[in-house]
């Protein structure tokens, strides 16, 4: 992916890798910081190991894992989203310590508002707009499936799309959709928090930087879903390109 590739290009300095934790939601990798990414998964065991050198990633430097985010495997491009926002210099000058709710809160009141993927403001959020289309690809009560992302987001004043998208490979597509004055944001902890984003069209980029490594390594290991690190260990920012 263009988007993908552009990040990667930013990347000045290498590092080693100590950790790669892959939990059922959550794959962490340190190197320079810690970066978080969704684990995705979907694996056919015909085809392989899903993970190629499984058991020696922490042998590879961190740029190379950072490779693995092109892959065919999902399971490959989470280590590979982990691992650049491991590698990330983020501007914090840019960010305001915001979550990402809040600004659709704020962006969105009164307006037609696309979200890719399910988050748990939802229902808050189907309150507050005049219209909410939820696209997914496991519908839950009121989602659309993701195949109607070519009827619906043309239609949306505010477009707001997971980072996950770029586990997925969908990212490209879902942008070039966008209306060219609509709000376009990019959000959730797989998000690598970087202005690359901004040439994209892209507008808010709302992600995670982690606070406390060892915290959110063994928290990602026991299983945790986002909800429950409550602070612990991560702050929640949104960069804008003001």
């Not at 507050?128 to 696209?135: F, I, M, N, S």
């Amino acid at each position: 992916m263009n988007i993908l590739k552009d990040i990667i290009s930013t990347i000045k300095e290498d590092a080693p890798v100590s950790e790669v934790r892959v939990g059922p939601f959550w794959t962490a990798v340190y190197s320079r910081r810690c970066g978080l990414a969704s684990t995705t998964f979907e694996h056919d065991h015909s085809t392989g190991p899903p993970v190629r050198d499984a058991g020696e990633l922490t042998k590879k430097s961190a740029l190379e894992l950072c490779e693995y985010a092109l892959s065919g495997s999902l399971l490959e491009r989470s280590i590979g989203l982990a691992a650049i926002n491991s590698l990330l210099d983020v501007d914090l000058s840019l960010c305001r310590e915001v979550n990402a709710a809040e600004v659709l809160s704020e962006q969105g009141r009164g307006k037609r508002i696309c979200v890719v993927g399910h988050f748990p403001f939802i229902p808050r959020l189907r309150e507050q707009a005049e219209e909410l289309w939820v696209l997914e690809r496991r519908l839950r009560i009121g989602d659309l499936p993701a195949e109607e992302a070519a009827r619906v987001i043309p239609q949306a004043d505010v477009l707001a799309i997971t980072g996950t998208a770029l586990i997925n490979s969908t990212m490209d597509e879902l942008l070039a959709l966008a209306r060219k004055d609509a709000l376009v944001m990019v959000l959730g902890p797989t998000t690598p928090l970087s202005p690359v984003w901004f040439s994209y069209g892209v507008s808010l980029v709302s992600g995670t930087v982690i606070t406390d490594p060892s915290v959110v390594l063994r928290l990602a290991s026991e299983g945790i879903v986002f909800n429950q690190f409550h602070g612990r260990g991560v702050r929640l920012v949104t960069m804008t390109g003001d």
